[in-house]
């Protein structure tokens, strides 16, 4: 782990850390200066910077920078959040089946394939009718659509270590399955891990986007910059702010988290294996 | 039986007494606006600077082809009259088929297939006098057996319209002649031309059509093609009625899911007319030369509703609270980029026996406050549904629920699919406060429908059997003058104790490249109504 | 053959397990559509539905059998490749069969999805090619942060955006993609443009560094050492060894990007109003069409596991290793 802390004396390191920080600082911070309450109507729908809106208004008449100051800390936590749950869950699933050698292996890695086959926007339109649109909604789904490629992603690799000379070892000593899974193959497989953090994370704020642009997304009036970019589409005409400012500060987070991403695994002394690809989960 | 005509002359019967009303309302309308300061907002300015935009100007062309693009309803779209029910729908059947009572500029009504109607004393038998020289399109002729069918056809539990004629005996619907139908009703009715003019009752389909795949109208277009979803190509019925029309020689209909595809469409000239605008683009576009910003003189009634039947809207209290939250015209400007009407928690208005003398509504926090703690509920908490569904709905509901908050009102406001909000099995008539628009072309359906305690559409689960009463007796009056004294009970009722809050006509907006002309806007519906036959290409 | 044996052994493994996550799949999407409440009758019937006329047409589409019947007659006809009728159409008195309504659709997605990709593997490998070579130099730098910007936009933003540079700028490009009935959406070039740029673009920043990091691999390898210290020119070396053997993971990477493609194609074509499978899918949902919806996920499963299976065929073919490993 020491190794990879380095990535921070990196060129690459740096300037991600900072990109993130700047935008987790904007999300942190905005709530408290905006200069206007964030639901409150200002003027009319979609109109240019100008007259004391720095950014102009947004669909409804609230002004733009207030939204963009209180709409970053939604965005951030949902995709934690998410990331968070996906990768419990496909962590969990490719460790057991890449690790197993017995059915539990096929069977698991099979029903992994049928839920990738499943069309994500198809099953969130679904979801949203039948079960409504809410937040748990919304993050239980993504983390459903972005958990299998996780999966196949960990799958692939412990597969590759379990072959390895210093896991027999470990099965001859007669650990326990747990411990090797936790000591010897988690630590192993982490660069894969690692780099694809950074993709998921930016995939689940994709996916919140392009759900709200079906309409099935989160609640108004929470302020949320994916939430911005859709519902403000009407007005992009309008007030092009509307939606360049939220799309830009999802860019600055998606570039700095990548950086980040791509400095620990340099750091660890692998680039980016030929692994999987994690926009799997919109296949189909 | 003596048939008497109890109204003005024979020429004028419904029109002429709605053209009086009509005007009446429009001004005080117009002056109503005025008194709120509404430069940036009032339709008046609206209205006048989209008035004189050249769609009426000029001697009509003959020939050309339009392309009208439309937010569409994916493969639901039908033209089966038993089953519209979406603007796109609505206007493809008014091209195919034509309607018995047609609906004019004005807030007015003019003579469709059904040129005369008259009725016996008590009003419990009405003789309808069908216009001659009418053919289909395949040259048949139109009689009266069409009619009959229609109607019986409208009888069947499944066709959207059925509960509006449900007072008529449609087993002994009989001719007299080729055109003329008596029509004896189970209850009188004191003006059965009402409930003909809604695109739910009002088109004829011919006697015997069971297969609606190449549908046969007697409208100014025939249909060439029709794919649900995508598009449907029409072409124009060289004998149509109404001499010289229509002027167009085709027209095709591009069903659309995206709104600003629909404007892209517009600026790369792939269609000539769409509809809608959004309200925002339209304020921004209003007096540029891109393309004509049309706007309607009327529309759908805008509402909030309540169930009465349940917490905590079962208090009249509480509901009288509610509707005195709502700053109306402040709802206008935000959701509908001011292009609406303010309307006082009854729909109709401008249309004949509409309670005009009611005075206006307006937002009262502290009458409201105080309303709401002789209630006992000061710190209410309530969920609004909303959906995407109409233009300004979402935007409406979250402005609504930021008004609430001076009354010490907390609305949640919870975003539905526009599939589930409308959807008997899932949404739609099990929410407790929720949205909705009206089309209302007269007053007798739309209460009917729902505002009645049997109403099928009757979101707000009214049980008021003395309003019911009062409801059967104003529609079945003859006596016009008898009548509007019980719509004026009735109205006053509503206004004091309903579960609606009426807060707006919205204008329809809709866009015209700059060569398109005879569309002038519509009162009630949107996009001029339909009357595809006078629209012309300079 | 021995090998060619195994060879066989292995791909047909992959098709019969293909069929059977296909069969999976689709259970998966029948249930899912049965269990929303709702049904196409209520859908059009509207807002003053009568509940009897509801059961009427509920019985017409089956929906009073139980769920295991209906499904099986479904695989039944389904693997004659009969997809059923259309309940919309039922429940409007007009029956009408699925594959009417979405060989029009599907042709049209075909078209675009094979334009995008045409476009997309080439872009994706010379960008990751040269970003590998230099790698960390200004080149390298450039393609990843245009890359990872335009992958990290939805893409009806990457859309609007296209739109508002090459229609309301430059008026080179049409911003909408109407393709009228009877026509080919290869007839008009132009409409494609577009909607191909969108998808490519979303996908090219991720395919390329997936490439290049693959490259990055090769190009340690001992192999490419001992050329390069035999004094064969680095032009060659690229050439010979670097590329080919870089093709194997590319192999994977770009059938999931095809993969990806198929899903991104639903928001594409609602931004450009392009008639394909997408947006019929989007429809079929919206008015609980369920055999419509049945038949196009099914469909469209069927295309991602057969990308998945000629993927894995082609990777067996090049690397020899796999070949005895099932």
Redesign the interface.
């Known amino acids: 782990m020491k190794r990879a802390r380095s990535f921070a004396r990196t060129g690459r390191g740096q300037i991600g850390l900072f990109l993130v920080a700047v935008v987790v600082g904007v999300a942190v911070i905005g709530p408290f200066v905006m200069p206007y309450d964030s639901t409150a109507i200002v003027g009319a729908p979609g109109t240019p910077p100008g007259n004391g809106h720095i950014l102009g208004t947004d669909y409804l008449g609230h002004d733009l920078l207030s939204r963009l100051l209180s709409g970053g800390w939604s965005v951030l936590w949902l995709s934690v959040a998410t990331t968070a749950l996906a990768y419990a869950v496909g962590v969990t699933i490719g460790l057991v089946a890449g690790y197993s050698r017995t059915l539990l292996d096929p069977i698991l890695m099979r029903l992994v394939d049928v839920i990738l086959a499943f069309p994500p926007l198809l099953f969130f339109l679904i979801a949203a009718t039948s079960v409504g649109t809410g937040k748990a909604t919304l993050v239980i789904g993504i983390a459903i659509v972005l958990a299998p490629g996780v999966a196949r992603i960990v799958y692939t690799a412990t597969r590759e270590v379990s072959v390895c000379a210093y896991v027999e070892a470990a099965v001859m000593r007669g650990e326990r399955t747990w411990s090797i899974l936790r000591r010897e193959v988690l630590p192993n497989i982490s660069s894969y891990i690692i780099t694809n953090l950074g993709l998921t994370l930016t995939f689940s704020i994709l996916l919140v986007a392009s759900v709200n642009f079906l309409s099935l997304g989160l609640q108004a009036p929470a302020s949320n910059w994916a939430l911005m970019i859709s519902e403000n589409r009407p007005i992009l005409k309008l007030n092009v702010w509307a939606i360049v400012a939220p799309a830009g500060m999802l860019a600055i987070l998606t570039i700095g988290v990548n950086l980040i991403g791509d400095a620990i695994t340099d750091a660890l002394g692998r680039s980016d294996g030929p692994g999987e690809f994690n926009r799997a989960k919109w296949a189909g | 039986m003596e048939m008497k005509d109890s109204r003005l002359g024979r020429r004028n019967f419904i029109f002429g007494a709605s053209a009086a009303v009509g005007t009446i309302a429009l001004a005080s309308t117009l002056a109503a606006c005025s008194s709120d300061g509404g430069g940036?907002g009032s339709p008046k300015t609206l209205l006048a600077s989209a008035a004189g935009r050249g769609t009426k100007l000029g001697n009509p062309k003959r020939g050309g082809h339009l392309r009208v693009a439309m937010i569409g309803?994916?493969?639901?779209e039908?033209l089966?009259t038993a089953?519209l029910?979406s603007p796109i729908d609505a206007m493809r059947a008014f091209a195919v088929y034509d309607p018995l009572v047609r609906s004019a500029p004005g807030f007015k009504t003019e003579p469709g297939l059904a040129i005369n109607w008259e009725h016996n004393d008590d009003g419990t038998e009405w003789r309808v006098g069908l216009r001659k020289d009418v053919t289909w399109h395949d040259g048949k002729p139109f009689t009266a057996d069409d009619v009959i069918y229609t109607w019986r056809q409208m009888g069947?539990?499944?066709h959207?319209?059925?509960?509006q004629v449900a007072d008529i005996d449609l087993d002994r619907l009989s001719k007299d002649g080729d055109h003329s139908v008596i029509v004896p009703l189970k209850k009188p009715i004191g003006r059965l031309y009402d409930f003909f003019v809604n695109f739910t009752t009002a088109f004829v389909i011919q006697n015997g059509t069971?297969?609606?795949?190449n549908p046969i109208g007697t409208g100014p277009f025939k249909v060439d093609?029709f794919?649900p979803?995508?598009?449907t190509v029409l072409s124009a019925h060289r004998d149509y009625w109404d001499p010289g029309r229509p002027y167009l020689d085709q027209m095709t209909l591009?069903s659309?899911?995206?709104?600003?595809?629909l404007?892209?469409?517009l600026?790369?000239k792939?269609a000539d007319v769409i509809s809608p605008l959004?309200?925002?683009?339209a304020?921004?576009n209003l007096n540029t030369n891109n393309y004509q910003v049309i706007v309607s003189e009327g529309g759908p009634n805008y509402v909030f509703y309540m169930r009465m039947d349940r917490e905590p809207f079962d208090d009249v209290r509480v509901r009288q609270a509610m509707r005195l939250i709502a700053d109306r015209q402040?709802l206008i400007?935000?959701?509908l980029?001011g292009f609406g009407e303010v309307m006082n928690d009854l729909p109709g208005k401008g249309l004949p026996f509409y309670n005009g003398s009611i005075e206006q509504r307006k937002q009262d926090i502290a009458k409201a406050k105080s309303l709401l703690k002789a209630a006992g509920k000061s710190d209410l908490q309530v969920i609004l549904q909303t959906?995407?569904s109409l233009p300004g709905f979402?935007?409406a509901a979250?402005?609504f629920?930021?008004q609430a908050k001076k009354a010490g009102v907390t609305v949640t406001?919870?975003?539905?699919?526009?599939?589930?909000y409308?959807?008997?099995?899932?949404l739609?008539m099990k929410m407790d406060f929720a949205q909705d628009a009206l089309p209302t072309p007269a007053l007798a359906p739309r209460y009917k429908?729902s505002l009645s305690s049997e109403a099928?559409?009757n979101e707000v689960h009214r049980k008021d059997p003395s309003f019911d009463a009062l409801l059967a007796k104003a529609i079945a009056e003859p006596d016009l003058a008898k009548a509007a004294e019980y719509w004026n009970q009735l109205q006053q009722r509503e206004f004091d104790e309903g579960g609606y809050i009426v807060w707006a006509g919205a204008l329809q907006v809709n866009a015209a490249a700059n060569n398109v002309r005879g569309i002038s806007g519509g009162w009630w519906l949107g996009l001029d109504d339909f009357r595809s036959f006078e629209w012309w290409l300079a | 053959m021995k090998l060619g044996r195994y060879r066989f052994v292995a791909i047909l493994q992959r098709l019969l397990v293909g069929v059977a996550t296909l069969i999976a799949a689709s259970v998966l999407v029948f249930l899912g559509t049965a269990v929303i409440p709702g049904s196409p009758a209520t859908a059009i019937l509207g807002a003053e539905a009568n509940p009897e006329a509801v059961a009427k047409i509920e019985q017409r589409l089956g929906y009073d059998k139980p769920l295991v019947s209906r499904y099986l007659d479904w695989l039944g006809n389904a693997a004659q490749g009969d997809f059923g009728l259309s309940a919309v159409s039922v429940a409007q008195n007009q029956d009408k069969p699925v594959s009417e309504i979405i060989s029009r659709p599907m042709w049209n997605t075909l078209c675009l999805a094979l334009a995008a990709i045409a476009l997309l593997i080439p872009a994706s490998l010379i960008l990751g090619v040269i970003s590998a070579l230099k790698a960390n130099k200004w080149q390298d730098h450039l393609i990843s942060t245009f890359g990872l910007l335009a992958a990290s936009l939805p893409e009806f933003v990457v859309g609007a955006l296209l739109v508002s540079v090459f229609f309301v700028g430059l008026d080179l490009l049409p911003p909408i993609s109407l393709v009228a009935p009877g026509e080919q959406p290869l007839s008009n070039p132009k409409i494609l443009v577009l909607p191909v740029l969108t998808l490519v673009l979303t996908l090219v920043g991720w395919s390329a560094r997936l490439v290049r990091s693959g490259t990055i691999e090769v190009l340690k390898a001992d192999y490419v050492q001992m050329a390069r210290l035999n004094g064969i020119r680095e032009r060659r070396v690229v050439q010979r060894y670097v590329l080919r053997n870089s093709l194997a993971p590319s192999v994977q990477i770009f059938a999931l990007c095809i993969q990806y493609l198929f899903g991104g194609v639903i928001v594409t074509e609602a931004v450009f109003q392009y008639p394909g499978i997408g947006t019929a899918l989007v429809m079929a949902v919206n008015s609980h069409d369920n055999s419509l919806v049945q038949a196009i996920a099914t469909i469209l499963a069927a295309v991602y596991i057969s990308i998945n299976i000629a993927a894995d065929a082609i990777v067996i073919q090049l690397v020899p290793k796999l070949r005895t490993q099932v």
Request: charged share 25%; proline share 4%.
């Open positions: 940036s309803n994916g493969t639901s039908t089966n089953h029910g069947n539990p499944d959207v319209g059925h509960s069971k297969d609606f795949s093609r794919i979803g995508e598009r591009l659309f899911t995206d709104q600003s595809a404007e892209n469409a600026l790369s792939e959004s309200y925002p683009t304020r921004a402040a400007n935000a959701s980029s959906a995407p979402e935007e979250l402005v629920a930021e406001v919870k975003k539905e699919t526009t599939a589930s409308f959807n008997h099995d899932l739609f429908s099928s559409l």
